[in-house]
Structures are given as C-alpha cells and as structure tokens.
C-alpha cells in the first residue's frame, strides 16, 4: 500500500485541516498518516482558538514516522509560525522528503488569518524550495506575486512571477473566481484544469481536500499533471455529492464514493 503523510492543523469538526486530509488519502487508498503543528477550535462557522504544538513535538512526530513508515509523498497544511516553518524544513530536509506538496494556507475561509504574518516569508523561503508543487488559491497567489488578479492572463502572469524564485509545480485554484478554472505551471507550460461548478455554501476545507487528494496522487506515483486530474475530480465529485452539516460553510463528502 502506498503511504502519505500529512503535516497539518486539525478541524475537530472534521471539514478542514488533517481531518479531511486523512479521510481524503484513506477515500484515494492510500494509508494515511499525520503529524500535527496546531490544535485549533473550529467548526464550519469560523475559528475560535489555535494553540501551535511545541517545537521538539513537531520535531519529534515527524522523527516517528520518518525513521519508521516513510512516506511516498507528503502534505504540508498550515504551518503558523517561523519556528515550527524551520522545524519542519529541517526534518524534510534531513530525511530526503519526497513528492511534496505545500498548500500556502493563510486565512480560512471564514476569514481567520491562520498563519502569523512574519511567517510568509519563512513559508516562501523555507519550505517552498522543498516542494514539487504549490496549491495557492487567488488571494494567497497574490500575496505570492504581489500583484491584484483578476483573470485568467492575470493568473498565469502571478504564476509566471512567482515561478521567478521557485522551480516546482504552481497550481492557482480558480474557486474564488465564482467557479473559475484552476491553473497549473511550470516552466513556462500552462495547462488548465476546468471546473465544473457546483452551487453550495457547503465548501469548507476544499484546498485542504484538493491539495490531500494530489499527494495521494503522487503516493500512489501518478505523474503529477495526472495527479492533479484525478483530484479536480475527486473534489467536484466531494462537492457535488450534496452533503449538508453544520450551522455555517458545511464540509465536502469525503466518502462519497465509498
Ligand atoms: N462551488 C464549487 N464548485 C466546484 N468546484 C469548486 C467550488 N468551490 C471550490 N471548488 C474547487 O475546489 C478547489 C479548492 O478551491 P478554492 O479556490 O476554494 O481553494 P481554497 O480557497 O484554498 O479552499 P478553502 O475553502 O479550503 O480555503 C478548486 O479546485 C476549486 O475549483
Ligand atoms: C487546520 C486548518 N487548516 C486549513 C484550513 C483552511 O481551510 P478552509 O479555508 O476551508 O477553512 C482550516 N480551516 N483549518
């Protein structure tokens, strides 16, 4: 069985964060495993309280499962500050991480900012170097680019800039476009990945959900372009399946075709 880690904060109500990145890689059969940087309080109608994990607890959780069940790609989800950033750089670094994928998460849906501000920076220059591909949506690939986007020569001119210090795969999502397509790049190559929009407000954690079902793409050793494929699908197939919980933005399906 192909194995992925995920490196992320949790959602107790299950849409968000290792949660749904866990239910995503077991839906994709893939055996999943998780190393967690943050307890957050959180439900689909916002964020409540975050408490980072310690340093030697990261460290630590991500010695586990290196020195024992090494993993065929990994996730990175949302990392909130510089030293837990570093921690994490120098573990993937020392263990010769492979296919990794970082979703820049820095404000929730509901608005909550969930990456300290000085730790963009620390995001761009620590962890981006080590990964094969970035899942950015519109407002974090503009905090990348440094420029507005407002449409789809805007998106590949963002990916384009933010290629100029970064040689890995950018995927620019299109969701807050009100349904717009989602971008992939490299090296000058573009291809788009059409979204077929689904009408609901049941949309919590679909970066996280998009961004687990690439890794477990790339575990189970499907190239990438193919990777991100099968997860546009596995997505719109989550969103699309109708499930309706919670008193705010509900979570995706996960198991809806189980
Ligand atoms: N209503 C929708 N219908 C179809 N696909 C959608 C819809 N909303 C989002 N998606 C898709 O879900 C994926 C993630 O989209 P989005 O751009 O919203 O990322 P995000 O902002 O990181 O997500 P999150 O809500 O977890 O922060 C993309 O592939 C996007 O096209
Ligand atoms: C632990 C964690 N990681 C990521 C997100 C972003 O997901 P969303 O933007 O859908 O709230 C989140 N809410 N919680």
Not at 145 to 160: L, P
Not at 174 to 191: A, E, I, N, S
Not at 216 to 236: D, N, S, W
């Amino acid at each position: 069985m192909n194995t992925a880690l995920t490196i992320a904060g949790t959602d107790p109500s299950g849409g968000a964060g290792m949660q749904a990145d866990l239910k995503t890689f077991t839906a994709m059969k893939v055996y999943g495993m998780c190393a967690i940087t943050a307890v957050l309080a959180q439900n689909t109608c916002g964020v409540r309280l975050i408490e980072n994990v310690s340093i030697p607890m990261v460290e630590a959780q991500l010695d586990c499962v290196f020195e024992d069940i090494f993993p065929d790609a990994v996730k990175i989800g949302m990392v909130s500050s510089i030293p837990i950033i570093e921690a994490i750089a120098g573990k993937l670094r020392q263990y010769g991480a492979k296919n990794v994928v970082l979703d820049t998460v820095m404000v929730s849906t509901s608005g909550h900012r969930l990456i300290d501000e000085d730790a963009q920076s620390a995001l761009t220059q620590k962890l981006m170097p080590l990964s094969d591909i970035i899942t950015p949506n519109l407002p974090e690939a503009e905090a990348l680019c440094g420029f507005a986007i407002t449409d789809k020569a805007s998106q590949q001119r963002a990916a384009e800039k933010i290629a100029e210090g970064y040689g890995g795969y950018i995927l620019i999502k299109g969701g807050h476009f009100d349904g717009g397509d989602d971008m992939l790049y490299k090296d000058g190559r573009v291809r788009w990945y059409p979204t077929r929009r689904v009408e609901t407000h049941n949309t919590h954690g679909t970066g996280c959900t998009l961004s687990s079902a690439i890794t477990a793409g790339l575990a189970k050793g499907l190239p990438m372009e193919e990777a991100v494929e099968r997860a546009k699908e596995y997505i719109t197939g989550a969103l699309a399946s109708g499930l309706d919980l919670g008193k705010g933005n509900g979570p995706v399906d996960h198991c809806f075709a189980l």
